[in-house]
T-cell receptor, first 116, second 111 residues
Framework: EAEVAQSPRYKITEKSQAVAFWCDPI?????LYWYRQILGQGPELLVQ????????DSQLPKDRFSAERLKGVDSTLKIQPAELGDSAMYLC??????????????FGEGSRLTVL | GQNIDQPTEMTATEGAIVQINCTYQ??????LFWYQQHAGEAPTFLSY????GLEEKGRFSSFLSRSKGYSYLLLKELQMKDSASYLC????????????FGAGTTVTVRA
C-alpha cells in the first residue's frame, strides 16, 4: 500500500539552530500539504503545493520557515532559526484529484520536533 | 476561513455508542471529513460528507446538515481500540482543497 514518507521521525534541537524535514508523497499525488500540530490541538495548515507551485502559505511564518517542492514530487520544510514555540508534530499529507475520489488527505507518520 | 467547534473530551463504556458533534462556519463549504488520530500517530481518514444525510461505514456513521453547519460522527459498539482523538475537518471551496481542522475530541473507552 502506498504511503507518504517523512523523515526524520524525531528531531531534538537547540533554539536558534536550523532544522529541516523531508516528505515524499504518494506517487501521482499532485497536492502536497505541510501541517503543524501542537499537542492537544488540531493540525494547522502551513503550506499547500499544487505540483511545484505554492497554493497557500498564508499561515507560514516566512521570517523563519521556508518550504519547497522543486520538481513537484518530494518536499522539504525548513526552520531557521528554531524557537521554543516551534516544538510540535510536523505532518506532511498528499491528495489526488483524479477520478471520483473525495480528495481525502493521506498523512505521513509525522516528524516530532523538540526545541530546547 | 472556518470556525470549527467540537467537544474537547468524551468518555464512554465498551460496547456503548458515542456521538461526537461538530459545528462549523465557512464561506464556501466543499465537504466535511472525519479523521481518527491515535496518540503519537498521524490522522487516518474515517468518513466524508458533501451532501446532507447519513453516511454509514461499518461501526462508524457520519451525518451532515449543510443548512445548520452541523455534523456528527457516531461510533457504535465501542471497542477499547477506538480510544483516540477524532478530528472534524472542513474543505473550503474558495481555496483549492484546503482542509481546516477542528481541535479534536478525545474519546476514552472504558471497560
Amino acid at each position: 500500500e502506498a504511503e507518504v514518507a517523512q523523515s526524520p521521525r524525531y528531531k531534538i534541537t537547540e533554539k536558534s539552530q536550523a532544522v529541516a524535514f523531508w516528505c515524499d508523497p504518494i506517487s501521482g499525488h499532485a497536492t502536497l500539504y505541510w501541517y503543524r500540530q501542537i499537542l492537544g490541538q488540531g493540525p494547522e495548515l502551513l503550506v499547500q503545493f499544487q505540483d511545484e507551485s505554492v497554493v497557500d502559505d498564508s499561515q507560514l511564518p516566512k521570517d523563519r520557515f521556508s518550504a519547497e517542492r522543486l520538481k513537484g514530487v518530494d518536499s522539504t520544510l525548513k526552520i531557521q532559526p528554531a524557537e521554543l514555540g516551534d516544538s510540535a508534530m510536523y505532518l506532511c499529507a498528499s491528495s489526488s484529484r483524479t477520478g471520483a475520489n473525495t480528495g481525502e488527505l493521506f498523512f505521513g507518520e509525522g516528524s516530532r520536533l523538540t526545541v530546547l | 476561513g472556518q470556525n470549527i467547534d467540537q467537544p474537547t473530551e468524551m468518555t464512554a463504556t465498551e460496547g456503548a455508542i458515542v456521538q461526537i458533534n461538530c459545528t462549523y462556519q465557512t464561506s464556501g463549504f466543499n465537504g466535511l471529513f472525519w479523521y481518527q488520530q491515535h496518540a503519537g500517530e498521524a490522522p487516518t481518514f474515517l468518513s466524508y460528507n458533501v451532501l446532507d444525510g447519513l453516511e454509514e461505514k461499518g461501526r462508524f456513521s457520519s451525518f451532515l446538515s449543510r443548512s445548520k453547519g452541523y455534523s456528527y460522527l457516531l461510533l457504535k459498539e465501542l471497542q477499547m481500540k477506538d480510544s483516540a482523538s477524532y478530528l472534524c475537518a472542513v474543505r473550503d471551496r474558495g481555496n483549492d482543497y484546503k482542509l481546516s481542522f477542528g481541535a479534536g475530541t478525545t474519546v476514552t473507552v472504558r471497560a
